[in-house]
């Protein structure tokens, strides 16, 4: 159980173009879904937290115009990096929680990685 | 604020034998989770062990168990009979009550088993 999905796994775009990543959770309904970024060899950086239902909640110095995130159902998210420069090039990882279970543990999709020419 | 540190940077073990991952933390609640995650090459985040601060019993699960000091505001994982599927990335995180639960991550291990 606690299955979560990540689309694409591989992305490659041009500069100035915008992209989309799914986070599914297959076999739970996830009221609460985390966008990271991980740079090589480097710990997760929170990006936003996703209600569904509701606006994601950025961490700072995150650009919510670029990132845009909308979790529009229970078992859906979506992370659209919009107008992407090389620096956006990075791995990006969605996580959900299930909330039938009070440990709060989250279960993290395999990640996407974006490169951006 | 909470945080988490993980001082061993990178760490190794013999095949068969046992090692220790050290994690610290610093909150000022009472309850809370605890968590370690692994990170493969494939990165891949899974879930090792967790720990839930109001449980004095510290946590196992198969090869792989946690010394949970609270006092000290400590939380190490081992793993015994280390095996080379187990090298990979270690991740000790805290789970934040407040602030819509946020996991708070540690810089991680990286460990390698040789064979």
């Known amino acids: 159980g606690a299955v979560v999905s990540q689309h694409p796994s591989r992305v490659i775009c041009k500069s100035g173009t915008s992209v989309k990543i799914e986070c599914r959770s297959l076999?739970?309904?996830?009221?609460?879904m985390f966008w990271y970024r991980q740079f090589p060899k480097q710990s997760l950086m929170l990006m936003a937290t996703?209600?569904?239902?509701?606006?994601?909640?950025?961490e700072q110095g995150v650009e919510k115009d670029k990132f845009l995130i909308n979790h529009a159902s229970l078992t859906l998210s979506t992370l659209t990096v919009t107008s992407a420069h090389p620096e956006d090039s990075s791995f990006y990882i969605c996580s959900a929680r299930d909330p039938t279970r009070s440990s709060y543990e989250q279960y993290f999709g395999p990640g996407t990685r974006l490169t951006v020419t | 604020a909470q945080t988490v540190t993980q001082s061993q940077p990178e760490m190794s073990v013999q095949e068969a034998e046992t090692v220790t991952l050290s994690c610290t933390y610093d909150?000022?609640?009472?309850?809370?989770?605890l968590f370690w995650y692994k990170q493969p090459p494939s990165r891949q985040m899974i879930l090792v062990i967790r720990?839930?601060?109001?449980k004095q019993q510290n946590a196992t699960e198969n090869r792989f168990s946690v010394n949970f000091q609270k006092a000290a505001k400590s939380f190490s994982l081992k793993i015994s009979d280390s095996q080379l599927g187990d090298a990979a990335m270690y991740f000790c995180a805290y789970n934040n009550a407040g602030n819509n639960r946020k996991l708070i991550w540690g810089l991680g291990t990286s460990l390698a088993v040789n064979p």
């Open positions: 909150t000022s609640e009472s309850d809370y989770y």
């Open positions: 720990q839930e601060a109001y």
């Open positions: 076999d739970f309904q996830a009221t609460t």
């Open positions: 996703s209600n569904e239902g509701s606006k994601a909640t950025y």
